[in-house]
C-alpha cells in the first residue's frame, strides 16, 4: 500500500460520468463531470459512480440540487431535471418548474 491515489490519470481515462457520459476532473478526492457537473466522492480509492450517492449540482446556477427520485431540483432556481436528461444542454431545455418549497 502506497501513499499515491489508486485513482490516476489512466483511470480517468476509462472513467466517465454514468449519467451523461461526460469526461471527468480528478481533485480532492472527488470526481467532477466536465459536462453536467455531477460530483463523485471517491472513498478509499475507488470512485462511487452511483447516481443516487453522487453529489448534483444546477446546470443554470450551480447550486447542489437535491435528488427526489429521477428527479434533481435546484430550490434556488425553482428547475427541476429529470434524470434521464443526460447532457446539460438538454437538461436546461427540459427544465420543469419546482415547486418543492412548500
Ligand atoms: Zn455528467
Ligand atoms: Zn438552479
Known amino acids: 500500500m502506497g501513499n ?11 472513467l466517465v460520468c454514468p449519467w451523461c ?3 471527468l476532473d480528478l481533485a480532492e ?6 459536462e453536467c457537473r455531477t460530483v463523485y466522492v471517491i472513498e478509499d480509492d ?3 459512480m452511483l447516481i443516487p450517492e453522487a453529489r448534483v449540482f444546477c ?12 428527479y434533481a431540483c435546484c ?3 425553482g428547475k427541476k ?3 434521464e436528461q443526460r447532457i446539460k444542454g438538454r437538461m436546461i431545455d427540459h427544465a420543469e418548474p419546482y415547486g418543492g418549497k412548500s
Open 4 to 14: 499515491e491515489s489508486m485513482v490516476d490519470k489512466k483511470l480517468l481515462d476509462i
Open 21 to 23: 457520459l461526460g469526461e
Open 29 to 34: 478526492q472527488k470526481l467532477t463531470c466536465r
Open 46 to 48: 475507488i470512485p462511487n
Open 59 to 70: 446546470p443554470l446556477c450551480s447550486k447542489e440540487m437535491e435528488k427526489i427520485g429521477e
Open 75 to 77: 430550490a434556488d432556481c
Open 81 to 83: 431535471f429529470s434524470m
